[in-house]
Each structure stands twice: as C-alpha cells, then as structure tokens.
C-alpha cells in the first residue's frame, strides 16, 4: 500500500534520519529558496533541468522556463 507524500514526510520529521550528501532532514520547513533569473539564453551557468539528490532523491534545484518567452 503506498503511503502519501505527507506521511512520508511526516515519519521523515519524526525519525533522527538525515542524508549524508544533501543534509535533507525531512523537515521542509528548513529548506533554504533562492530564486535566480537567467535572462541571457547565453548564461550558460546553472543547471538546465532539476537536480535530484544521488543518495536520497529529493531535489536539490528545481528549474523552472517559461519556453515562450522572448
């Protein structure tokens, strides 16, 4: 039986579990935003598509385009 996201995150919060590569805890209240703007499509820096951790799979960078923007 599969679990919801919020009882996942829930037993997450409530374990002492923390990943060794990214630091996720569980807890999203944590979780440092930063929100940078690439207005040049010549600015090759930064990821092209969201990052996921290696070790525990949750996102490290999400990467959000607007295609028809010009």
Wanted: hydrophobic content about 30%; glycine content about 8%.
């Amino acid at each position: 039986m599969a679990r919801s996201l919020e009882r996942r995150l829930a037993a997450l919060e409530a374990s002492d579990w923390w990943c060794p590569e990214c630091g996720f805890d569980g807890n999203q209240t944590n979780i440092e935003y930063e929100v940078i703007w690439h207005d040049d499509p010549e600015e090759g820096d930064g990821p092209h598509e969201t990052v996921y951790c290696e070790t525990c799979g949750e996102p490290t960078n999400f990467v959000v385009t607007w295609l028809d923007l010009e």
